[in-house]
């Protein structure tokens, strides 16, 4: 009952049962998108516990001083009213049988269908079919098809544009113009409160019976914030009414349609409705999935052989991944829930670096060379979180919205078990590791790409902004070393802790890293340097990273070789986490512990230092990275869904096989799993990541290290063959890896390729 | 099926059935208030069509410039999430016996009680008690019993505040402070958005199991908007766990807790808590039901024999009356849906003047003046919008919310049936005759009460400027007549109109009455001539109202004694109306012809020039009423509430009582009828005024003419006997009609009383 996993080897994730209590994850896991659009799969007709979700990427609003910026909930076009002979269409009304929802992950399509007896005992079969065209980005289709069983069938439509869609009761728009053409075409337009962005809704039906266009006559309804059409049908026994509707969104935030006035994007979406119109819904269908084809699965082609569910699994993630991304727009990064629930407010975290990037940089450079280019126009935020906290250079904000808005991590959240009042999130202060994440990104994209454009153009300069914020944020210690102090390190159980060993060996690496590209500009971009160092005195900078980088407390590994995740940690007293570790929900300290007891114990949200080790692998011996790992994995709880895979992607590079296949299969299940409730505020995007990390980086042991690419396969028992492409340095390759055998082809060849294979060095 | 009537003699009204379709009625008609909080009877557990609603009077917000200020939708504090043995309490689910909701309009208490099997089959019989406590205005009191029938259930409830409420879509308030006190007492503070009201809502649980007072063990949620508890308890077979909830509304407009900050009424609302768990819910109700006793049913007895329908009516009529007055402020007055909805955005009309003034003068005198209060103290925004429109004096809003808000009517509404845009609204800009109908309800105010420190203070003010505006409005013809130009009358199927009789005669009557006063004050009160003088320069003015009376264009009635309603109405064509006369629901018309097209035709969407007839009754002779009333009563379709009434009264004039009594059978039915659906947005206050209009003015005969009180009833066939109490310049009289009898009897009997029963002139 639930999720259905009987179709995956015709790329088909299938619901087989319904039940409006548990609403969320299939209107989530299931949700629509090209990475303009967002749209979550709730369905025609309504429910009360149903999460109904619009997004278009990038159109924050804030509602309130009180509030922080968020990806607003757009206008509803999906929802269709069906009465049928008087009676509401519901499945929680009458009887429903051969019940299915299925999301096909290689087309884009989302199918339901069901016989329905109503409670009087009309009987019909519908089937609804739904698509967010990855072709036309500003495009939804839907088609419904009911067929009167047996007996006629009077069907009342009602559907048009909801504008009372909130953000868990925000309302970020004004209610504006609505309008009916022709009596037939329904337009609202909708303005952001604060942020001014006009977004324009249009949607048009088109009705058949037995293939014969019915003409539309429409009673009309416009009252505040709604505007629909009422159709009424008859269909004899046998019969099959089909409504189609095709709405698409406009806003004056679009790049491709820049510069036009409202009322040119209003007259431009009547255009589109009537080619929507004359195409139908089959022909936007197909055209949608070749672009998906050519796109992602040709593109980035995976393949996993042994093992259904996983090669299922690898696929859904790349399916989720394209969803999430803006890869249409620079100004726009992946939000932490991408564009599949309000979850996290639309905004962007270190996830995208860490745990996203990878996968854009392996297998579809330009897309990351945007969410890299977001980074450097984000700037005015970074700089302006640095002067506000009386630091220089760009101080990242933890989380991320649009370009200009800086920080914007809500201030409160949850409750405090003891004292019944809100946590204070102190993330948006003190989580500072983001900036050398970012500054990590920037390296990994250009080594990996070889996009020297990018680095002369941003990538530098970024890495020596965020190096320069780092040199200020110091703080000298009575041992006469500098120090990193009340940070929150990737393990947010632990606040307010010195020295968090991530955190001060990221900003090392990150101040070494620009005193490094200091020399490389001074020597060999000349032009560069000078440019750079007008803007960010880079010489006065070197002193300072240089005095840093050597003064900078770095943690050492205790003598049974565990690196101390903190100056505290090792202190902390250990308590029983074994109930923690076999929960079903994650976060169940928190119902027992407030977070300042929590900061006593010896207990992890998420890997930590093993986040450290996977970054900046070459820098620790064997038996650190081991003995930190047994200590660590013994305490952490994974209430993050970062964690899995990180600890995965380790236990492949230490050779602990099984445990990294455990860790990955239950990565694969966050959003994937049998499990209703976790996702209802959204997919976990970097979860989707992770799993591409887990299969690729982990089990099929790509790694760049030190700017050299290096492959180190080695397959989980349960499979029997995996192959990949990756991107390097504009080169694809194609790896085949089975239990013996790696081959490396590039399918590019048009350059050399240089990489260790299995510790073997080889040329392509 | 739906509304049943069995109980009425028991002043209950009943919900026989539950229809999850078919919500806002019972929601509306059978809402709890005290005219300080109105509360929509959604149930507890919720359901998707529902519109939950809870309304302060007085706190308008406006959302933001595309909107005009509204009553916004407080967080809600009624729901409560039940599940048993793991299964959600919802009527949709499993089945449902012995089902009733039952509104007590005597006490005020709302009763639902169901036997439910749970689709797996548990069963339990559970009862929900509701009130808002007319003793304690902030108030609001609930208890749950659900008793386990044939096996141990454990109950898990969930509730709190939920303050995702919006109206319509338009969120007004910030989201504020979450507190849990004592793991006990749930405290919310919103604020509004523009206004900056800040409303603290507090919320506390008791439970008790077979008598026994559980400890409570909350498991606390807090969200954005959101703050619950949670309880899960169990229960054996035969035993009745009793649910309670106490909640409270504080907010920073109050008049009692004036001056005090947010964290004083928060500390105030924990004591309210304190003090309500200690009372519990039947002390609340117990001190309810005698407040409704004392407050209304004391104070202004009504009885009609014959008829038990007929005198629940009226009764109903006056439960609904007091709840929606703000007898506590002056500040505030009644909204067209009073605080049963977000319909007419809880924005006061001349319905307060014309339908509902009479009563509260004639019953509840104190009420009644501070309704009158109200008029003054918006001067400021009557002034402002003379201003506006560069007339003089005062230019009542045609819809009036706050103090200085001046005119709030929405801009636009509904959809041309031909264009597809929505249809302007013309009343803010020309439906003026909203002035006069407030210089007339201070003068009925006056008269009838004798209260002459309300004119002195602010009425005969109010009638001087509304004088001074019409002055102003004057248009010179080419006639030589002054006319009014451009206006809505009260029919409002006619926009822009010339000469709409009842807008220049009331508009007469007006300055008529203002040179009158200006008469009296000069000899009689020469300090506030003198004031005023001053103030409004009253000698300047006197000369234009003399010559405005003079010119002012009055039409007259053509040689068929019609009235002509405008300049244009009688050669408007007619068109076959029988259609829409037997119309279900109001409106019909608009759905086959647009405004401008319903312009040309002699149609009317309620009494005009009858309006006129019935205010002011003794300048047109019964020749021109009984021909007018021919001609336009075959031409309205009372597609407005108001009508009705207007349309029974008037017949009682012209002892044509077969057709009073229909008329006044359809005003009774407005929303106490078997109609799901019309009253969906809210009860319509005036219909209510209007049914004690039809039974005091019409059958009992009352009236106030030229300043004497006249009583001429005259009942229906269907009664026997009708006994009321009026209060006639602070002399309460018990009038008793029956057939051939009418008697009078002074119960006050401090001073004499002249009054002219049939005919007869008699002194008390």
Known sequence: ???????????????????????????????????????????????????????????????????????????????????????????????????????????????????????????????????????????????????????????????????????????????????????????????????????????????????????????????????????????????????????????????????????????????????????????????????????????????????????????????????????????????????????????????????????????????????????????????????????????????????DDGEVTPEYMDVDILTGKPNKVWSGFIEQHITSDVAFGVWQYSVITGDEDYMERYGYELIMDTAIFWASRLEQGGDGKLHINDVVGPDEYREHVNDNAFTNYMAHWNMQKAMEYYHLLKEEKPEIYERLNGKLHLDEAYGAWKEACEKLYLPTPTEENVLPQDDRYLSCRDIDLSKYKAQEHVGGITRDYNLEQINQIQVSKQADVLVLFFLLEDIFPQEVKKASWEHYEARTLHDSSLSLSTHSVLACDMGEKAMAYDRFRKAATIDLGPFMGSSNAGIHAASFGGVWECVVYGFGGVRMLGGNLRINPSLPDEWTKLSYTIIWKGQKLAVEVTKGTVSVKNLTGTKQVELEVNGEKCVL
């Open 1 to 403: 009952m639930g999720m259905d996993y009987s179709r995956i080897e015709d790329w088909i994730l299938r619901e087989d049962s319904f039940d409006p209590e548990k609403l969320g994850k299939c209107e989530a896991v299931m949700s629509l998108g090209n990475g303009y659009l967002g749209l979550r799969s709730a369905t025609e007709e309504r429910y009360l516990n149903e999460t109904r979700g619009l997004f278009v990427a990038g159109t924050f609003n804030k509602f309130d001083e009180n509030e922080v910026t968020e990806l607003p909930n757009a206008a509803d076009m999906t929802a269709m009213s069906l009465t049928i002979n008087g009676e509401k269409f519901s499945l929680t009304e009458g009887t429903t049988e051969d019940y299915t929802r299925e999301l096909n992950i290689r087309t884009g399509e989302l199918k339901r269908s069901m016989l329905w007896t109503s409670p009087k005992g009309t009987k019909v079969r519908l089937a609804f079919y739904r698509i967010v065209s990855l072709k036309r980005l500003h495009v939804i289709a839907q088609r419904v098809e009911i067929t009167a069983v047996d007996s006629d069938v009077k069907v009342e439509l009602k559907s048009g544009i909801n504008g009372k869609m909130t953000n868990t009761g925000s309302q970020h728009f004004s209610d504006g113009d609505k309008r009916f053409y022709d009596k037939r075409i329904i337009q609202f337009v909708q303005t952001t409160g604060q942020s001014k962005i006009d977004f324009v809704d249009t949607t048009v039906h088109k009705l058949e019976l037995e293939g014969n266009v019915l003409p539309l006559e429409a009673e009309v309804y416009i009252e505040k914030r709604e505007i629909f059409a009422g159709y009424t049908v008859e269909a004899e026994a046998g019969q099959t009414l089909v409504i189609e509707k095709y709405s698409s969104v406009y806003t004056s935030r679009d790049l491709d349609v820049e510069g036009k006035t409202v009322a040119q994007l209003q007259e431009l979406a009547l255009e589109t409705s009537k080619e929507l119109e004359s195409l139908g819904y089959e022909a936007l269908r197909e055209e949608s999935a070749r672009q998906w084809e050519e796109e992602v699965w040709n593109l980035a082609p995976i393949q996993i052989e042994g093992n259904g569910m996983d090669n299922f699994a690898v696929h859904f993630a790349q399916y989720h991944l394209r969803l999430m991304v803006p890869a249409h727009d620079a100004r726009m990064n992946i939000g932490a829930k991408g564009l599949s629930g309000e979850g996290y407010k639309g905004h962007t975290f270190w996830d995208t670096e860490v745990f996203l990037l990878p996968y854009y940089i392996f297998t579809d450079p330009k897309t990351a060379r945007k969410l890299e280019e977001y980074r450097y126009l984000s700037l005015p935020g970074a700089h302006a979180k640095a002067e506000h906290n009386n630091y220089k250079g760009a101080m990242f904000p933890w989380e991320s919205a649009w370009l």
